[in-house]
């Protein structure tokens, strides 16, 4: 579709442009950090000294949020996003950075085990809020899917842990960890798939069906298979070469999906016509849903022809 | 609720002339590229029987608005009338409205623009700073429905109280009115026709309704 058909037509879906890059980068980073500050306090039982990994974290999410900072419109009323705790996932994100930065510079400063646990804690909670700020965005089909929530959440897991194994090459002790590696990666990909499975039952528009198909079989080998098989490979064999090969490929391909669900599936809802009105002595007729593939409850599915397509 | 304005919108009756376009453009002066209301052209169906339908849509002020749900600063907010509004002084054009709405009603303009490139002296005595950066949309011209409070008029009926756009109309498509008066114009229409509300499924509660049909066919 050329740019100029794309500008012309407000009735199909339309690819959502104003969150960029930049919020990625929040769920991106937000969602990693999140997930290395639990993987972390796991893992602080058996390797005390992790302590450079939760900087990390922080760093990470600091940085998503930083990314946000430079996005919204008026950066100077950032705090005015604390007013909406009641029903805002975003308000609920941004509460739980103060404590989750708080307990995990406690880990830091002071390396107590109680405070390793709840920046975790936190961290998956940050995790969480995410998905959850992304499913009540209902005018993105791709989005409102509840299994959006669960895909957040095991792709933060999935990076935290995979980043974690990364550090394996800094601390060998942590090469068991690839157990755990390909078992949250092999979780991921049971909830991609449930994920993709019920968004094509709902039906969807037809620009996000395209972006995911184009994504899931790189993502199917890139991000599960050839990491599964490398960490497990690395902690049988206590290689930290093949585990932290593993964990890069883990994480990245959970900031891929993440760019992917933001950027490049995120069509809008569009509008749809359960009937065509009667007109001077005519009947109603039919309805259409253009740029949708499946669901649209009372709607019958049409291939309409719109104004001006040849140009 | 003791007052629901809503919308009826007759598509067998909308042209597609986009003179509500222009009205809500000239009362609002919203900037190039900003249509708080518009008019779409839909063709469905394959040949012969091919239909074309015009559907002016813009803020369908839902009763359970996706906006004011996820915005984080409380600056969208439904009023006791149904009339769905934002506060331009506390929102961070974060956006996060405008992924939410079903609708496509809201944007945010972070640069000042003109129809010429230079602003025309219209365009300079109508800027508003405060309107940049900031999440912007149809507000039902809330400025004119607050003045019938103090005059006495009735929106829907009298113009001076009501909608731009539903004033324009050429073809007496749109209308506006209280639902919960079972005697106002818009109670009074619906009643007698078949309609629909949009993308009624996602539990929004829209106050727009768009005719398409006789209660009697």
């Known amino acids: ?311 | 609720m003791s007052k629901r304005y809503v919308m009826a919108i007759d598509l067998r009756r909308c042209v597609g002339c986009q003179t509500c376009t222009a009205a809500c453009k000239s009362a609002n002066a919203t900037p190039p590229g900003v249509q708080w209301r518009r008019v779409l052209d839909l063709e469905t169906g394959e040949f012969p029987d091919v239909r074309r339908t015009f559907l002016p849509v813009a803020c369908m002020h839902c009763a359970n608005p996706p906006c004011m749900h996820v915005c984080p600063t409380t600056a969208t907010k439904k009023r006791d009338d149904g009339l769905v509004t934002i506060d331009y002084d506390i929102c961070i054009g974060c956006g996060n409205c405008i992924m939410a709405c079903p609708y496509d009603a809201r944007s945010i303009t972070h640069e000042p623009s003109y129809a010429y490139g230079e602003p025309m002296a219209s365009e300079i005595a109508r800027f508003d700073p405060e309107r940049l950066s900031v999440a912007t949309k149809c507000n039902f011209c809330v400025d004119r429905i607050d003045q019938a409070a103090v005059t006495g008029k009735t929106p829907g009926v009298d113009p001076e109280v009501t909608p731009a756009c539903v004033n324009s109309c050429i073809a007496g498509a749109i209308h506006f009115g209280d639902i919960m008066d079972p005697n106002s114009n818009v109670s009074q229409l619906l009643a007698s026709t078949k309609s629909f509300r949009m993308h009624e499924e996602l539990g929004t509660d829209p106050s727009v309704y768009y005719i398409w049909d006789g209660a009697e066919t």
Not at chain 1, 39 to 61: C, E, F, I, K, Q
Not at chain 1, 175 to 184: E, R
Request: with cysteine; glycine share 12%.
């Open chain 1, 1 to 311: 579709m050329s740019g100029t058909r794309q500008i012309l037509d407000r009735v199909s879906p339309r690819l959502q442009r104003r969150w960029d890059a930049r919020a990625a980068t929040n769920f991106i980073c937000g969602g990693a950090g999140g997930g290395l500050l639990i993987v972390t306090a796991l893992a602080s039982l058996w390797n005390p000294g992790l302590r450079p990994l939760v900087v990390l974290a922080m760093a990470l999410v600091a940085a998503g949020l930083t990314a946000v900072w430079f996005e919204i419109g008026r950066p100077r009323r950032a705090f005015n996003v604390y007013r909406n705790v009641a029903t805002s996932w975003m308000s609920r994100e941004a509460m739980l950075a103060p404590p989750l930065f708080a307990f995990a510079a406690a880990a830091i400063i002071l390396n107590w085990s109680i405070a390793y646990w709840i920046a975790g804690l936190l961290g998956l909670a940050y995790a969480y809020a995410q998905g959850r700020m992304l499913c009540a965005n209902i005018g993105i089909p791709a989005w409102r899917q509840p299994g959006v929530v669960d895909m957040i959440l095991t792709t933060s897991l999935t990076e935290g842990t995979g980043l974690l194994c990364a550090a394996a090459l800094y601390w060998p002790a942590l090469a068991p960890f690839g157990f755990l590696l390909a078992a949250v990666v092999l979780l991921r990909f049971l909830v991609w798939r449930n994920y993709l499975a019920n968004l094509r039952r709902a039906g969807a528009p037809s620009g996000t069906l395209e972006a995911f198909d184009a994504f899931d079989s790189p993502f199917a080998w890139l991000g599960h298979a050839m990491p599964v098989l490398a960490a497990l490979a690395g902690a049988v064999i206590g290689s930290v070469l093949l585990l932290a090969f593993a964990g890069v490929l883990a994480a990245g391909a959970g900031a891929w999906f993440k760019y992917v669900l933001v950027c490049r599936a995120a069509f809008t809802q569009g509008f749809a016509l359960p009937r065509t009105p009667s007109r001077g002595g005519g009947a109603a007729g039919a309805g259409g849903a253009p740029g949708w593939i499946g669901g649209q409850g009372l709607l019958q599915p049409s291939v309409p022809r719109r104004r001006n397509e040849d140009v």
